[in-house]
């Protein structure tokens, strides 16, 4: 039987799938492995940050040092250089319509001479009032993109944030510089930021003020906030019974138990 020129062509065909596969490989690892571009990083912080989220578990197990809180963000404007201005507002989940913090965030990639990837920074807006529940409200009744350009006020404070190692919660993390920004409310006279990313765009927030002797003056002294998701449709009403009979939506006991807890940066 003539079986040679059979199995050099066997061999040969072999060898045209070897490659072949060889080759793919190559491209999908190199398609895996691309390297994510500093906007990238920018887009992601930026869509992890934007949307509704609440503290409620978090003051659920610990009423004595978190309120639940509402946090609401969302796009507002594109600067000329990419960058991305979105609309942040505070407000206690029981009273969503009464923001008691309200900025402008800006979103971009850290300056190629930085050891960072991205830049957070936050703005005091011209005329509050006007942008009070801007994200609830219709895009045809909310101010127009360069509306809010010229709105932007002073700066007031910048987070610079990196990827997070492997292994950790984290996508991205970092903090304001170790000096933080000048701030002036309830005698500090500068204040402090921390910020976390996690998977499932859960935002963990940590914000302090000190005095010129180091003293802490406002802010949660036990740990950042953790904010998560609203829950979407179908998972059950965002409030339950324990959220009803807690203390922290009682208005009267805010007064008496803010101080430690939380208070607003002005």
């Known amino acids: 039987m003539c079986t040679g020129p059979s199995n050099g062509w066997s061999r040969a065909r072999g060898l045209v799938v070897k490659t072949l596969v060889l080759i793919g490989g190559a491209l999908l690892i190199k398609r895996l492995t691309k390297s994510t571009t500093r906007w990238d990083h920018a887009r992601i912080v930026s ?3 934007t949307g509704e989220k609440f503290s409620k578990e978090q003051a659920a197990r610990d009423p004595d040092n978190f309120f639940n809180l509402r946090w609401l963000c969302c796009p507002a404007a594109d600067m000329v250089d990419g960058s991305k201005v979105l609309y942040f507002e505070q407000a206690f989940w029981r009273t969503p319509h009464k923001p008691f913090r309200q900025r402008f965030c800006m979103v971009k990639p850290c300056p190629k001479e930085m050891k ?3 830049e957070l920074s936050t703005y005091a807006i011209r005329d509050a009032e006007e942008y009070k529940n801007f994200c609830d409200r219709s895009r045809d009744q909310r101010p127009l993109p360069e509306e809010v350009i010229g709105d932007v006020a002073e ?15 984290c996508l991205y993390e970092g903090s304001t510089p170790p000096d933080g920004f000048p701030n002036s409310w309830n005698g500090a006279s500068y204040c402090t930021s921390e910020l976390a990313v996690l998977k499932n765009n859960e935002i963990h927030t940590w914000d302090r003020g000190y005095d010129d002797d180091g003293k802490q003056v406002w802010g949660v002294k036990n740990g950042p906030y953790e904010f998560k998701p609203a829950p979407g449709p179908g998972t059950g009403p ?5 959220d009803m009979l807690s203390p922290l939506n009682f ?13 607003l940066q002005e």
């Open 47 to 49: 869509q992890a940050i």
């Open 116 to 118: 960072c990837d991205v």
């Open 155 to 169: 700066h007031l404070t910048t987070i610079y944030l990196n990827r997070c190692e492997r292994g950790k919660r």
């Open 238 to 242: 965002a409030s339950t019974s324990v």
């Open 251 to 263: 208005p009267l006991s805010i007064g008496k138990r803010i101080e430690g807890s939380f208070v």
